[in-house]
């Protein structure tokens, strides 16, 4: 929440979706591919939407996911996950 609190300093400046998946099977892959593979989804300073990168082990390993999307509405979250999730998988 931290993390949150800091990129959204005003509470209704958006919403977020945190994004554990485990038990996921995928070829192991160096982190700049996957930062490649994310790429246009990548949140920057100052955007109002994106992806932060929370954890890279287990997408590193294949295993799973470890994400938090930020978008105008927890719908818009939703769907920017799975967005990822489809380009990691």
């Known amino acids: ?11 209704t400046a ?15 892959r160096q982190f700049s591919d996957i930062l490649a593979c994310l790429e246009k ?3 920057m300073p100052g955007a109002t939407r994106g992806i932060i990168i929370t954890s890279p082990r287990r997408l590193t390993e294949g295993t799973g996911a470890d994400f938090m999307t930020i ?19």
Do not use: H
């Open 14 to 28: 958006g919403a977020f979706a945190v994004v554990q998946r485990q038990g996921l099977s995928y070829p192991p």
């Open 71 to 89: 978008d105008e509405s927890e719908d818009a979250a939703i769907l920017l996950a799975e967005e990822a999730l489809d380009c990691l998988t």
């Open 41 to 43: 989804l990548l949140w």
């Open 1 to 11: 929440m931290t993390l949150t609190n800091r990129i959204l300093p005003q509470p």
